[in-house]
């Protein structure tokens, strides 16, 4: 692994010159919204799929980074706490939750005491719980900066799911909070520590394809019948645009680092489906072309109105080609190498250790004062280049950068 380099003046830059998307990215939503779900953090039934440990971890190793998990989603609970739990160097110390019965399950799963369950009204007495040292913020994107500024206020270090926030101006808020209260911040892209995705990069390093000419990005599904009544990944003002910055995020980190480039343009176009539940305020669909410096060019696209589901990869260069399909799940990825007319099937390593590698280097970044690989600008660079992808598609031209 290598540290991330890029400066912040440049993402900075990037924002400076992006941050009137903001308005067209508003332009989706309509008057259905008014009955959304809340943009606040709320206590939400059981999640529909996380299954908890038949019995509570074992004691964590002397050392080990006790992480406060906020938000007790599928996700949450299904990856976020066995991934603490397995990490060799990061153990599950507290839980916050708005759903005391659902926090008190989890809690008792876990091995917690009662005084380790925490609500979003009593989270402020986290400062004096020594047994926490950072906060795993794992709620809805919208709610991402008010809950990580407090838990800095608090003296905790946070990772934080991606994406960072709604905003570039709000990722340099958190950036900003982090450098006040001398706490780290990490930004969850898990695929940073996934031996798939780690050895495409290296191949990439390594010119195994020759000069990049394309790639192709795809992270599609058909999301079933809901509203934003009853999802918040469907309500704007807690996922943004919808699913560029959920699923699409991970085509767009692809082509940053299978490139090793920053785009000089980007060229977008977004649909939203007129009179789908689904769609009242967020787009269905976001298809986007990236240019780079070296004259490669990403086509990217991402849905939640698309059938059949992808998951894909792809870097064709003048030498070869790399496929990855899956390529940036939580298991089952495939990759291949294609040169001369000849086929390699490469199996770098088990997918599943990316979560708990990933826990285990924030851990390792708190106790040895070290250099994180997915930090704080980096999701500002992202969320920079996002909403420069829809002020492309609103304002129907390229995007120089």
Known sequence: MTEFTHSRRRFMVLS?????????????????????????????????????????????NAGSVGFAVMGLGGYGIGKVLPALANGERCHVAAVVSGNPEKAKTVAAAYGLPEDAIYSYEDFDRIADDDRVDAVYNVLPTG????????????????????????????????????????????????????PFNLRAMELMREGAVGKIKTIETAQTYRMGPTSVAENWRVVRALAGGGPLEDYGIYGLQSALYLSGEMPVSVKAVTEQPANDPRFAEIFSTVTTEMRFPSGAVANMVTSYDTTPGRNLARVEGEGGVLIMEPATGYGGHKMSLVRDGVREDLV??????QFARMCDHMADAIREDAAILTPGEMGLRDMALIEAIYRSAAEGREITL
């Open 348 to 353: 770098p390593g088990d997918p599943d250790v």
């Open 143 to 194: 709610l991402h900066l008010q809950w990580t500024e407090k838990s800095f206020a608090a003296g905790k270090h946070v990772l934080c799911e991606k994406p960072m926030a709604l905003s570039a101006a709000e990722c340099e808020q958190m950036i900003a909070a982090s450098e006040a209260s001398g706490k780290k911040l990490m930004i969850a892209y898990r695929c940073h520590f996934e």
């Open 16 to 60: 400076s010159a992006t941050l009137a998307a903001a308005p067209w990215l508003a332009s989706c939503a309509s008057a259905e919204g008014s009955a959304a779900i809340p943009a606040k953090a709320i206590g939400m039934p059981w999640p529909n799929w996380g299954e908890l440990p038949d019995t509570p971890p074992s004691a964590p």
